[in-house]
């Protein structure tokens, strides 16, 4: 290989797996599955590099895809030590949202060897008529953590796009890299087939419970009760890494560690929300070793190697044992070198999910939701894309996306209706006979108004934004953002947390909030859009399982004391038997179902039975859901759960429920904007004239009243029953159980009563709107003196 | 629920649905109507949005026009989303239907300058006792729409009417239209201090701004 001397130079070898990729270089595809540490991209550029060489022909050979903008300008500094130390006369650049529109033209007109991209910058590429000359030549396609990919419509775009590129480039061979996954088999179908390699695992984690002086409290979350145990652990490290599952707990965690920090030690906070500004000056820090810590969320899952991380603590239950593990994997980024982890479990039955999780680890048993077939909204803005490139024939169309793994059991019918989706809006009532978006002409599809190129262009990519408003100090530079609904909660003097930092709301502007500095007593905490997981089938079922046993030696004493309560008062869930529990408190009636089935399938759980329970008479008043139960309480006391439970009923009530809903809606706005039926908010246009465009609510109710069955209103439907909703899991539920046991008892039962401290309870509202409205208007009217 | 109210001694009535009702004069009053908007953006490119809105805003309007008996109909400008608007035969149909035995006045506003070939009266602005009619407020006792006000009440956003001393808002009528809220610099500096809004819906609700 053309870099031995290179290697032999440094004292360098290469490892095991890096060695096997070589030599499998001329394979048509290839999965590499690696810990992080491996030199997992190396691995994927040895061949590459190899085939180069020092006199490359000119054009495109080889395209790097990663899923962050961050990692391609740190790859490019990455390849540029072997490039030039061993004298190769490679050009290697990248292209993402940041390169100029100078850079990007000579990019098409003369690509250089080697291109690092992101999806969506591959997307736009293709979408050009000269797209079949950027790539004709093209040789290898690396994608890089294409696990994380895989999980969201990006990769579903991706592998459209690789469908694509094997077109263009019909001796394209592709190469993907992985992190530790669960099913490698799927992964590589995913890929549009692959062989698979798996490198060694390396040593097994060093991972455990964090000791903590303080036991976990009953309910809630954020783990703040362990802070001064946490800084211990940080003091005793190089560098740690604090993660959080939400942004809105890592703020307060950061801010409350801020105040117990006395010695003043550096730490630093990272999220999504923040400001690129605030993100790279920590980034900076972190990369100089100047912190002892970082408070951060799913936004450090990913990336780069900085510093010297010799500790990860997860606050909070890990939800999903694949994503632990990846983060685990985060400490000690050197080859065969065991990780070091403490978990932080937020209240007393996240003890036993981190228990349960740990145990995951060890038996290497990992959990992973098949994520169902492609999206259809994807493939119309994949349609629309490729028009954009020239004609297209749709029966070849058909067949290149088919080769794309998520799609490839599409039907040609569902693949038309996608296509008429593109060209006429596919309504019921053909309106745009005249205006139709693409025209079939001597057998191609082609764009009606080439013009239209423009707007399809400026909305590719599957990431949606929720409306977000940028927050700045009133003297000095920007903090991060907000969503827009939180923003209109505030008043003048409200106070909330942000960057770490309690700040006061002064003023908005244009679509920017100012604040000033304000280390006041209370505040509020901005919500943000970061995602709620929920626990994965695998861990509740292994809760579950670890509920039947008899004694708790794996457990720390407070929690297994408060198991041996419950089934002594009442009974442990079973793994196939529904557990419904029913008792009295302070004049209410309380009902508490154990399904198990994650936050987001129990939240909905809980929305449609007390709409049964309100349509049976048994007047609910409100409800509240975690991980593994939906507690609901009114006026009556439930004799039989079943009738409630039914599952016909529940789809039913789905069916009617989910109409009309918040969720539904935001779904909607989602997949319409990836399917091109409504443009992207571009910052810039969204200044003036508001009351020009109108709310994606419009369009959604509309399709509801006169067109439910659109493929947008499928799309939606299936979106959400997989996600917000999550259905599934539900059907999932009462699948598992072959029989309810509804047990009355005279008191709050032991397992119940963490619920009873829960936050995010959600009223039951039915007519209520209106009078709440009403009440409010009334004492706004008093209140300004107009009554 | 409605919201009766005098203007300049006129007994006037907002609906929950957005139009203003003027019994003693047997007038209904809407504004915005933006018909054939989906229309307009197809042809010029855009998105194909759900070609429904006509047919629902017509639907409301016939139902307001029913509920009250006007006998005359003020549509307050912009009732076209633009001069080349084309409504389908079956809503064009409909639209003629509903005029037929009215006195039925479009006042022109800036997307439709023009009057659009389906009779009745095309004014830019009209006097009818104390009142101005007229689709961009300008000064004076008047009716005007134009800036689709809304306002937030409990966390719910709706159109709504702006009422003070001497100037009424009317909310969009039209299915497909968007909203600028009713602090906007722009709403806020032409009504007086102590204006209300009214907000429409199942119901209206009364608010100050």
């Known amino acids: ?251 307060l965690f950061f801010h409350d560690l801020w105040l117990a920090n006395t010695d003043d030690l550096p730490i630093g906070i990272h999220h999504g929300s923040l400001s690129r500004e605030q993100r790279a000056r920590v980034e900076g820090a972190m990369a100089a070793g100047e912190l002892r810590a970082i408070v951060c969320t799913g936004s450090l899952d990913l990336g780069i190697d900085w510093g010297d991380v010799d500790l990860v603590i997860q606050v909070g239950a890990p939800k999903n044992v694949k994503r632990l593990v990846q983060r685990i994997g985060r400490a000690n980024h050197r080859y065969n070198a065991p990780s070091k982890a403490l978990l932080v479990p937020a209240n007393r039955f996240e003890v036993v999910e981190c228990v349960a999780a ?220 529904l557990l419904c529990e029913s008792f009295p408190d302070q004049g209410r009636e309380y009902l508490c179902i154990y399904g198990f089935a994650g936050r987001n399938a129990q939240q909905t759980l809980g929305l449609l039975v007390t709409k049964r329970m309100e349509e049976a008479g048994l007047a609910p008043l409100g409800f509240v859901a975690t991980d593994y139960a939906t507690l609901i309480w009114g006026l009556e006391r439930v004799h039989d759960a079943a009738p409630l439970l039914d599952p016909e009923g529940l789809r039913d009530g789905l069916d009617t429920w989910l109409r009309g809903n918040a969720v539904m809606k935001r779904t909607f706005r989602n997949s319409a904007v990836i399917a091109g039926l409504i443009e992207r908010a571009h910052q810039g246009r969204r200044k003036t004239g508001r009351q020009a465009t109108f709310s994606s609510d419009i369009l959604y109710d509309t399709l509801l009243r006169y067109d439910p069955d659109h493929l947008m209103m499928q799309v939606t439907r ?53 009078r709440l409205m009403e009440a409010e208007a009334e004492r706004l009217m008093i209140a300004a003196g107009l009554a | 629920m409605n919201h009766p109210f005098t203007l300049a001694g006129a007994a006037l009535v907002a609906l929950p649905s957005g139009a203003l009702w003027w019994p003693d004069r047997g007038i209904l009053c809407v504004s915005d109507l933006h018909l054939g908007k989906s229309e307009r953006l197809a042809r010029r490119g855009g998105a194909l949005l759900p070609p429904y809105e006509a047919q629902d805003t017509l639907t409301r309007l016939d139902a307001d026009l029913e509920t009250t008996g006007a006998t005359r109909v003020i549509c307050l400008g912009d009732s076209f989303d633009d001069a080349e608007a084309v409504l389908g035969e079956s809503e064009r149909l409909w639209l003629l239907r509903l005029m037929a035995g009215r006195d039925w006045i479009w006042i022109l506003g800036n997307h439709d300058p023009a009057p659009m070939g389906l009779g009745g009266a095309h004014l830019a602005e009209l006097v009818i006792g104390p009142l101005t009619f007229r689709h961009i407020a300008a000064g004076g006792h008047e009716v005007s729409g134009h800036y689709h006000p809304k306002a937030r009440l409990g966390g719910t956003a709706r159109p709504c009417f702006l009422l003070d001393a001497r100037h009424l808002i009317l909310p969009a009528y039209g299915t497909y239209t968007g909203g600028l809220w009713c602090h906007d610099p722009a709403l806020a500096r032409l009504m007086a201090p102590g204006a209300l809004a009214i907000l429409t819906g199942k119901r209206t609700f009364a608010i100050p701004v």
């Open chain 1, 1 to 251: 290989m053309i870099l031995d001397d290179w290697f032999a130079e440094k004292g360098w070898h290469l490892h095991p797996h890096q060695q096997a990729m070589l030599d499998r270089s001329r394979d048509p595809a290839t999965l590499l599955i690696a810990p992080t540490g491996g030199g997992k991209t190396l691995a994927g550029f040895l061949a590459s590099l190899d085939e180069l060489g020092t006199k490359p022909p000119a054009g495109m050979h080889t395209l790097y895809i990663s899923p962050l903008k961050a990692l391609t300008a740190d790859i490019r500094r990455n390849l540029r030590a072997p490039i030039e130390g061993a004298g190769l006369a490679i050009r290697v650049e990248d292209r993402t949202g940041d390169t100029t529109a100078t850079a990007r033209k000579r990019q098409r007109a003369d690509p250089p060897h080697i291109l690092l991209t992101t999806p969506e910058s591959l997307a736009l590429l293709l979408s050009y008529p000269d797209a079949a000359r950027t790539f004709a030549g093209l040789q290898r396609v690396i994608v890089d953590e294409i696990h994380a990919l895989a999980e969201s419509k990006r990769g579903d775009q991706l592998m459209l796009n690789l469908s694509r590129l094997q077109t263009l480039a019909p001796g394209l061979r592709r190469v993907g890299l992985s992190a530790t996954v669960e099913d490698p088999p799927a992964l590589a179908r995913f890929m549009g087939g692959a062989d698979v390699l798996v490198a060694d695992p390396g040593p097994e984690p060093d991972i455990a419970m964090l000791e903590t002086q303080a036991p976990p409290p009953w309910a809630g979350g954020g783990g703040r009760y362990a802070i001064p145990d946490v800084l211990a652990q940080v003091r005793r490290h190089n560098t740690t890494l604090i993660f959080h599952n939400t942004r809105a707990q890592a703020e």
């Open chain 1, 358 to 577: 740990l145990q995951a680890v060890r038996a290497r048993d990992l959990d992973g939701e098949p994520r169902g077939p492609g999206p259809r909204d994807v493939l119309c803005q994949h349609i629309l894309a490729t028009a954009c490139a020239g004609p297209f024939d749709a029966g070849a169309l058909y067949a290149e996306v088919v080769t794309a793994g998520p799609y490839a059991t599409l039907t040609r019918a569902d693949f038309d209706a996608c296509v008429d989706f593109c060209a006429t809006g596919g309504y019921a009532l053909a309106a745009y006979d005249r205006w139709k978006r693409l025209l079939l002409r001597n057998g191609l599809w082609q764009l009606r108004d080439p013009r239209a190129a423009l707007v399809i262009r400026q909305n590719l990519g599957t990431i949606i934004d929720t409306e977000k408003l940028k927050v700045r100090f009133r003297r000095g530079g920007p903090l991060g953002e907000i969503e827009e609904g939180f923003a209109a909660t505030l008043t003048p003097g409200d106070t909330f947390l942000m960057a770490g930092q309690v700040v006061r709301y002064e003023a908005m502007r244009e679509l920017t909030v100012e604040v000033t500095r304000n280390p006041g007593r209370d505040p509020k905490v901005a919500t943000f859009d970061g995602t709620k997981f929920a626990t994965s089938t695998l861990l509740t079922h292994r809760i579950l399982e670890m509920f039947q046993q008899d004694r708790w030696p794996e457990l720390p004493r407070h929690t297994a004391e408060w198991l041996a309560l419950q089934r002594e008062v009442s009974r442990l869930p079973e793994p196939h038997r």
């Open chain 1, 718 to 770: 299936e979106e959400a029953e997989r996600g917000l909703v999550d259905f599934s899991r539900i059907e999932e539920m009462l699948e598992r159980n072959h029989g309810i046991d509804l047990v009355r008892r005279e008191r709050v039962t032991p397992l119940a009563a963490p619920l009873m401290l829960e936050m995010g309870r959600v009223p039951v509202m039915g007519a209520a709107r209106e």
